[in-house]
């Protein structure tokens, strides 16, 4: 009796545990299509300072806010990164809860 109970506790466990993952696996995919988090659905902007502003109003797939760790620009994303006074950049981001790694893409069109 008392494997039966342990069996069940520890189906029970194992089930709690794979439905946390798929939860966050489902969530992952669905901040995937968000605009700002491929280079193919880069988030328009006018000047660099908007990106703090677009990173403070993001939240991570466990609700945490996240921060910039890093930013760069990007030369080879598929397409000329300097054409028509646009440039690509990445800010590469870090959750404040969970720690997960986040990146967020900009294009840049400088108003001349």
């Not at 908007?50 to 609700?63: A, E, K, L, P, S």
């Given at each position: 009796?008392?494997?039966?109970?342990?069996?069940?506790?520890?189906?029970?466990?194992?089930?709690?545990?794979?439905?946390?993952?798929?939860?966050?696996?489902?969530?992952?995919?669905?901040?995937?299509?968000?605009?700002?988090?491929?280079?193919?659905?880069?988030?328009?902007?006018?000047?660099?300072?908007?990106?703090?502003?677009?990173?403070?109003?993001?939240?991570?797939?466990?609700?945490?806010?996240?921060?910039?760790?890093?930013?760069?620009?990007?030369?080879?994303?598929?397409?000329?990164?300097?054409?028509?006074?646009?440039?690509?950049?990445?800010?590469?981001?870090?959750?404040?809860?969970?720690?997960?790694v986040h990146r967020f893409y900009f294009?840049?069109?400088?108003?001349?």
């Open positions: 009796m008392e494997g039966l109970i342990f069996v069940l506790l520890i189906a029970v466990i194992l089930g709690a545990a794979y439905r946390r993952k798929r939860k966050k696996r489902q969530a992952k995919v669905k901040q995937i299509q968000l605009p700002g988090r491929t280079p193919a659905t880069a988030e328009m902007i006018h000047h660099s300072r908007q990106i703090d502003t677009f990173v403070r109003q993001q939240r991570c797939h466990c609700g945490g806010k996240v921060y910039v760790c890093a930013q760069s620009n990007i030369q080879n994303h598929g397409v000329t990164a300097m054409s028509h006074h646009k440039k690509m950049h990445v800010a590469v981001c870090e959750c404040m809860r969970c720690e997960e294009e840049i069109e400088y108003l001349n």
